[in-house]
C-alpha cells in the first residue's frame, strides 16, 4: 500500500477532510480530561523536522503527538547537521534508520517534502513549505469554522485579506475553502495579488469596500520585509495599515475574525480586534492540537471509519 | 577559419542501405542509399554497388538526414567536468544525431581570454567525438562590466560571443558589444532577461506559479529586453542573435525586426516547444529552467514561429547539472535541462507525428540553419559533401531513463516520457560517431 502524505490539501477529497475534522472532534472531549492522554499511537514514532522558525505549529504537532502516546523526535535547522551543509536528502536518509511511521517537515522551500518522501519509507506530513502549502493550518481553520458555524459552510462568505503572494496559508486556505463550497474573495494591494491567483476560483478586490458582504474575514500576517528598499512590495506599513488594516471600526456586528498567527498589533490588526473575544483567533490555536492530532491518527491507521471507536 | 575540433577517428566507409533521405538544402527527398567513402558522400541513389571493405547499413524504414547542429550545448568544462566534459557531451551529441557542437562560454573560468579558449580547443582535438566548437564570453568573468579581448578571442577560434546564463545588463553595454563585434565580425548572442523583473523567479509567471506560490518570472523579463537589444541592434546596424526564446511577446518583437530588415536570428529549445508551465506542478526540479517553461499560447506562437522560419533553428540548451543541483527541494535547484540525447525523439513525437511541423523544416531548423548562424558548411547529403549525417529509426520507441544517458548528467525533463525515433547511427566530419546498440 503506498504511504499517506499530506503535502498539499489537494491530496484531500471532500470527504476526508470531512472525516479529519469528524475525528479532531472526537479527541475534544479527551482534551478536556485531567489525563490528556490516549494509548491510541504507542509505540509509533513521529519526527518533527522544523528547518524554519515556528512556535505554533511544532509545539502543536510535538503535543499532538505525545497526547497520542507516540514517541517524538524534534529536530530544529539550528545545531543540527543542517548547519554542517547536509543535504536534505541525506538527513531523510539518516531519520528514516529510525524507522519513523511520520516526519512532519517544515522548510523554507516548496519542493521539499517530495525530496523528503522520495528519500524515506515513513508518511510526510506538510507543515509549512516555502509559499506553497500549509496543510494543517487549513484544516484547524476549517476546524474552527465548523464549531463556529456548524457543519454545513456551503456559501459561507470567506475574505482574506493581506500578503496573498508570500502566503503558503492563503494558497491552503482558498482550496480548503472552496473544497466546502464557501466564497472566497482574496484581498490586498496588486503587489501582493499574484497574477493568475483568480484561476483558483476566487474573487480580487483591491479595497475593503465590499468587506461589509463576509461572514469571516481571514486576516494575514504581514512581513515587516515587504518594505525593505529594494523590494518595495508597500510604501511603508502605516499605508498598508491605513488601507487594509482590520479594526473594529471596519467590521459590521456578527462578522468574524481570523489569524493564522503571529499577529503584528497595529499593522494588520488593530488591538481592539486582537483582544476582543469575538475573534476566532484562540480557537484556531486550540483546533490545531485535536486536528494535528486527527491528522497524526488518520496518516497511521487510513481514512476509514472503521477504527475510530477505538480512538478514545 | 576553423570553427569546430575534433579528436582523429578514421574517415568512414559506409553503404546507408534503403532509407528515406530528407535534406531539405539539397531537395531532396526519396528512398535512397548512400555511399560514404573516406570520409565523404560519394553517391546517392538506388541499389548502388557497394566498394570492398565498406560497411553496410540496413537503413529500411529508417531516416538519413543532415546532422544536426547545436548552437546552445554547456559542456561544463573547465571546472564542471564532474557534471559534462568535452568527451562525454560530445558523446552525447553523436547519439542525439548531432554532428557539431557550440559550447556556452559560462565555465569555471570563464571562457573569457585565449589562453582559455586555446585550452579547451586543445582539449577537443584529443577529445571530441563529433566537432566541437567555442563561444566566448561578452564580458569578463560574466560580470556584465568589461569587453573580453574579442579580437584575439576571435582569432583564437571563438564561434560567437555570448554571457549566456546572464544577461547584458545595461543598454549601454550591449551597444558597446555590439560596435565592437563590427572589429571581430563575429555575432553576438544574448540570453534574455530584464534582471529587476527576473528577482526570486523560479518559473513562468501564471496562474501555475500562484496556485503554487513560487516566484514568478513573467514574460515581460524576456521580451523587454530582447525589444531593447532589437533597438540597439537596429541602431548600430549590428546582426543579433536571441537565445532560447520562450515567449509569444517576444517573437512579435522579432517578428517587426526581421521585417524592417534586421540581421536578426533566433534558437527555441525543444523543451519549451513541447512542454508548458502546467508540467511544474510536480515540483520536480528536472522541469526547472531559465527562461521558464512558459504557457500553450507561447508553446504555440513558437511552434508555429519554428515552422514559419521566424524562429531560424532548435537548440538544445543542454544544461548538465550533478545530483547535488537537483535532487533538491524545487526552490533550492539549478534551473536547466539536458537535451542532447532526447532533441529529435521529443521533436519527432510532439510536433512531427501530431502534424504540427513537418519533417523536412524540423531538419532545417535542427541542421542546415543552424550550421549557417554558426558560419560553418551546412550539413548535406550530396555527392562530394562531407558526410555529417545520421540515420534515424521512427519507428523505434523509447522510454527516457535516467540510466540511459551518454551524458555525465541525467537531469532531463523527459525522464518518464515514452519517444519515437531513435538515432541509430551518426556520421560527424566523415567519422562513424555514434552507432547504436543492434
Known amino acids: 500500500m503506498p504511504k499517506r502524505d499530506l503535502i498539499s490539501i489537494e491530496d484531500l477529497s471532500r470527504d476526508q477532510v470531512d472525516l479529519l475534522l469528524d475525528t479532531a472532534e472526537s479527541f475534544l472531549p479527551v482534551l478536556q480530561r485531567d489525563i490528556k492522554k490516549v494509548p491510541t499511537l504507542r509505540g509509533r514514532t513521529i519526527v518533527n523536522l522544523f528547518w524554519e522558525a515556528s512556535t505554533r505549529t511544532s509545539s502543536s504537532f510535538d503535543l499532538a503527538a505525545k497526547r497520542l502516546s507516540a514517541d517524538t523526535i524534534a529536530l530544529k535547522a539550528s545545531g543540527s547537521t543542517v548547519d554542517k551543509g547536509e543535504t536534505l536528502k541525506d538527513t531523510a536518509i539518516t531519520l528514516s534508520a529510525y524507522g519513523p511511521d511520520i516526519i512532519v517537515m517544515r522548510h523554507p522551500s516548496a519542493g521539499a517534502c517530495q525530496v523528503l518522501s522520495r528519500n524515506t519509507e515513513a508518511s510526510v506530513i506538510n507543515a509549512g513549505d516555502g509559499k506553497h502549502q500549509h496543510p494543517t493550518q487549513c484544516l484547524l481553520d476549517l476546524f474552527a469554522l465548523r464549531q463556529t458555524f456548524g457543519r454545513d459552510m456551503d456559501g459561507l462568505k470567506v475574505s482574506i485579506v493581506g500578503d496573498i503572494l508570500h502566503s503558503r496559508v492563503a494558497r491552503s486556505d482558498i482550496m480548503g475553502f472552496k473544497l466546502l463550497g464557501m466564497d472566497v474573495t482574496l484581498v490586498g494591494p496588486p503587489t501582493l495579488i499574484p497574477r493568475g491567483i483568480e484561476e483558483m476560483g476566487v474573487k480580487v478586490e483591491y479595497g475593503l469596500a465590499d468587506l461589509r458582504d463576509a461572514d469571516v474575514i481571514y486576516v494575514l500576517r504581514i512581513q515587516k520585509e515587504r518594505v525593505r528598499e529594494g523590494a518595495s512590495f508597500l510604501p511603508s506599513l502605516r499605508e498598508y495599515n491605513r488601507l487594509y488594516g482590520m479594526s473594529q471600526a471596519r467590521l459590521r456586528p456578527g462578522q468574524r475574525v481570523m489569524h493564522p498567527g503571529p499577529i503584528n498589533r497595529g499593522v494588520e490588526i488593530d488591538p481592539d480586534i486582537a483582544d476582543d473575544d469575538e475573534n476566532l483567533i484562540a480557537l484556531q490555536v486550540f483546533s490545531g492540537l485535536a486536528v494535528r492530532m486527527a491528522i497524526l491518527y488518520r496518516t497511521i491507521v487510513g481514512y476509514t471509519d472503521a477504527g475510530s471507536e477505538e480512538v478514545l | ?438
Request: proline letters at 5%; one cysteine or more; hydrophobic letters at 45%.
Open chain 2, 1 to 438: 577559419m576553423e570553427r569546430t575540433w575534433h579528436k582523429p577517428l578514421p574517415a568512414a566507409d559506409l553503404v546507408i542501405r534503403g532509407g528515406r533521405v530528407v535534406d531539405p538544402l539539397s531537395g531532396v527527398d526519396t528512398v535512397h542509399d548512400v555511399l560514404v567513402k573516406r570520409g565523404k558522400v560519394a553517391e546517392v541513389g538506388r541499389a548502388l554497388a557497394a566498394p570492398k571493405g565498406a560497411r553496410e547499413v540496413d537503413a529500411d524504414g529508417m531516416f538519413v538526414l543532415p546532422g544536426f547542429v547545436d548552437l546552445h550545448t554547456h559542456l561544463r568544462t573547465p571546472g564542471r567536468e564532474d557534471e559534462e566534459d568535452v568527451a562525454s557531451g560530445t558523446l552525447a551529441a553523436a547519439g542525439g544525431g548531432y554532428v557539431r557542437v557550440f559550447a556556452m562560454a559560462n565555465t569555471e573560468p570563464v571562457v573569457d581570454t585565449a589562453v582559455v579558449l586555446r585550452g579547451l580547443i586543445e582539449t577537443a582535438r584529443t577529445e571530441a567525438v563529433v566537432p566541437a566548437g567555442f563561444y566566448a564570453a561578452v564580458t569578463r568573468g560574466l560580470k556584465g562590466e568589461q569587453l573580453t579581448e574579442m579580437a584575439e578571442l576571435a582569432e583564437a577560434g571563438a564561434v560567437a560571443f555570448s554571457d549566456d546564463g546572464r544577461p547584458l545588463a545595461t543598454a549601454a553595454l550591449v551597444r558597446r558589444a555590439l560596435q565592437y563585434a563590427k572589429v571581430t565580425g563575429r555575432t553576438i548572442a544574448i540570453h534574455a532577461q530584464d534582471d529587476s523583473l527576473f528577482r526570486g523567479g523560479q518559473m513562468h509567471e501564471g496562474a501555475v506559479s500562484a496556485r503554487l506560490g513560487l516566484g514568478g518570472i513573467p514574460p515581460l523579463c524576456e521580451s523587454l529586453d530582447v525589444a531593447r537589444a532589437l533597438e540597439v541592434a537596429a541602431y548600430e546596424e549590428a546582426p543579433l542573435h536571441v537565445h532560447h526564446v520562450s515567449a509569444a511577446a517576444t517573437l512579435e518583437h522579432l517578428s517587426r525586426a526581421k521585417a524592417a530588415g534586421l540581421r536578426v536570428t533566433a534558437e527555441a529549445t525543444p523543451h519549451h516547444l513541447t512542454m508548458t508551465d502546467e508540467a511544474v506542478a510536480s515540483l520536480d526540479s528536472n522541469l526547472k529552467m531559465n527562461p521558464p517553461l512558459r504557457e500553450e499560447d507561447d508553446r504555440q506562437a513558437l511552434v508555429k514561429a519554428l515552422q514559419e522560419g521566424l524562429v531560424d533553428c532548435v537548440a538544445t540548451d543542454h544544461a548538465p547539472h550533478a545530483p547535488m543541483s537537483k535532487d533538491v527541494p524545487f526552490e533550492e535547484a539549478a534551473f536547466g535541462t539536458t537535451g542532447l540525447e532526447t532533441a529529435f525523439a521529443v521533436l519527432y513525437t510532439d510536433l512531427v507525428k501530431k502534424r504540427a511541423l513537418d519533417l523536412g523544416t524540423l531538419v532545417t531548423r535542427m541542421s542546415q540553419a543552424p550550421a549557417a548562424i554558426a558560419g560553418v558548411e551546412p550539413p548535406a547529403i550530396r555527392p562530394g559533401a562531407v558526410a555529417d549525417l545520421c540515420v534515424v529509426d521512427p519507428r523505434a520507441t523509447w522510454t527516457v531513463i535516467a540510466k540511459g544517458f551518454r551524458s555525465r548528467s541525467a537531469n532531463s525533463a523527459f525522464l518518464g516520457r515514452e519517444l519515437s525515433g531513435r538515432v541509430r547511427l551518426t556520421v560527424a566530419a566523415g567519422r562513424l560517431a555514434w552507432e547504436a546498440d543492434a
